[in-house]
Nanobody, 119 residues
């Protein structure tokens, strides 16, 4: 059974870097044609696609976040990491990791982790 679990700090100060980890079980993140995606949700913006890393390690990001965003992976730990620099209170929300792919459409999601940006 495929499971995704997000982890990271619940509180980040403005201007700092947010780092979140998605630990995947039940499937290797290097299995072909999957996109391991980060999505966030906030009351102001609703659901917002952040970006993904593919099974081969390619990445793509939302144009609005690209300058501050980096997604990487650790294949040995089966983990995907999101880093978001220079955070502001606008980055507050629930952050999800999810699986997308050529033959799937966001078929598995983590439970989400609340991130609050505040001094």
């Amino acid at each position: 059974q495929v499971q995704l679990q997000e982890s990271g700090p619940g509180l980040v100060k403005p201007s700092q870097t947010l780092s979140l980890t998605c630990t995947v079980s039940g499937v290797s993140i290097t299995t072909k044609y999957y996109y391991w995606t980060w999505i966030r949700q906030s009351p102001k913006k609703g659901l917002e696609w952040i970006g993904y890393i593919t099974s081969s390690g390619s990445t793509d990001y939302s144009p609005s976040l690209k300058s501050r965003c980096s997604i990487s992976r650790n294949a040995s730990k089966n983990q995907v990491t999101l880093q978001l620099t220079s955070v502001t209170p606008e980055d507050t929300g629930v952050y999800y990791c999810a699986r997308d792919g050529l033959d799937t459409f966001y078929d598995y999601w983590g439970q989400g982790t609340q991130v609050t940006v505040s001094s």
